[in-house]
């Protein structure tokens, strides 16, 4: 079935958090954080356990209510607004499906609350079962409607969850680790299906993960939290390449990376920078380490290879042509200047 942009197409959000705190007692979980997210992005909020990713879905949802500060849409405060005065849908974790009810009334389900309640001006039968319909052959479950989740696997639940969050076209979709729950060839499937998805209807999406590979391969937009405060945002190749704090530093990307002293801070290097020398290979400028091979993972693609210094660790990814280290052997590696990071005694970047 082909979906054309009249009947999946409803527009999308610029939304703004202003100066917004939350608290729960003496807990602080967001502090008076200040956040822009872009009309039709794909924005992706990674941070620690605890650091308030998913407080701002639950803020922006109006599930939760700001203790101070202000939410807006399109320039249009909503800090106050009921999360049902709000265009917005949330895809959680658990997908929360009822177990009693078919794809197709699980789908509908709001709808057909909304037709209830306002007989003159809710959704028709016809406009309910039309939107159903063109949501399935979006998501791929016109063959399935008439199936309870129990008769689903984990994958085609995630796709009717996200369905029901979508059939009424909201402008803002706010998904909370949706994929979490699947295994990773799965995973690897429903990225694409996101992906797919965030193209077709337009939406501003927010998906709130721990998973650095999900977050660095879809995000249009990333914001890393720390402790409730927004460590940075940006483009994903932005704060990858050109991170603002050793936070943002050592969380974005994978393998971490590595870290080594100096007077006054430290510099930063990625694995993925590193390149081991021969025994008669002269380093050129740049940073030279030297450590003992304790640990070599196979990837598939590549080897990992972990090794110690000076009671510290790090970790190099070898390269096509490179010799095979073994566990004991000693090697040297150099990062050219122009792939170090360098940052101050307070973990600010320091480099342009």
Known sequence: ???????????????????????????V???????????????????????????ILRVLSGLEAATSGDVYFDDVAVTTHAAGDR???????????????????NISFRMRLQAR?????????????????????????DALLKRKPAQLSGGQRQRVALARAIVHRPQVLLLDEPLSALDAQLRAAARAELLRLHREIESTMVLVTHDQHEALSMATHLVVMDNGRVAQSGTAEELFRRPGSEFVAA????????????????????????????????PGPGLLVEGVVDVIEFTGDSRHVLCRADGSTFTIVQ?????VPRSGDVVRAEIPQHQLHHFDENGNRTND
């Open 1 to 27: 079935m082909t979906i054309t942009a009249s009947t999946t197409r409803a527009g999308s959000a610029d939304l703004r958090l202003d100066s917004l705190t939350k608290s729960y007692g003496g807990t």
């Open 29 to 55: 979980a967001l502090d008076a954080i200040d956040l822009h997210i872009p009309a039709g992005s794909l924005t992706v909020v990674v941070g620690p356990s605890g650091c308030g990713k998913s407080t």
């Open 87 to 105: 265009d917005v849908a949330m895809v959680f974790q658990d997908y929360a499906l009822y177990p009693h009810m078919s794809v197709e009334q």
């Open 117 to 141: 309640h306002d007989r003159r001006s809710g959704p028709s039968r016809d406009k309910i079962a039309r939107q159903v319909q063109d949501v399935a052959g979006l998501l791929g479950l």
């Open 251 to 282: 969380f974005v990307g994978s393998p971490a990376m590595n870290f080594t002293a100096r007077p006054h801070g430290r510099i930063g290097w990625r694995a993925t920078d590193a390149r081991i020398l021969g025994d008669a290979d002269t």
């Open 319 to 323: 390269r096509d042509g490179e010799s």
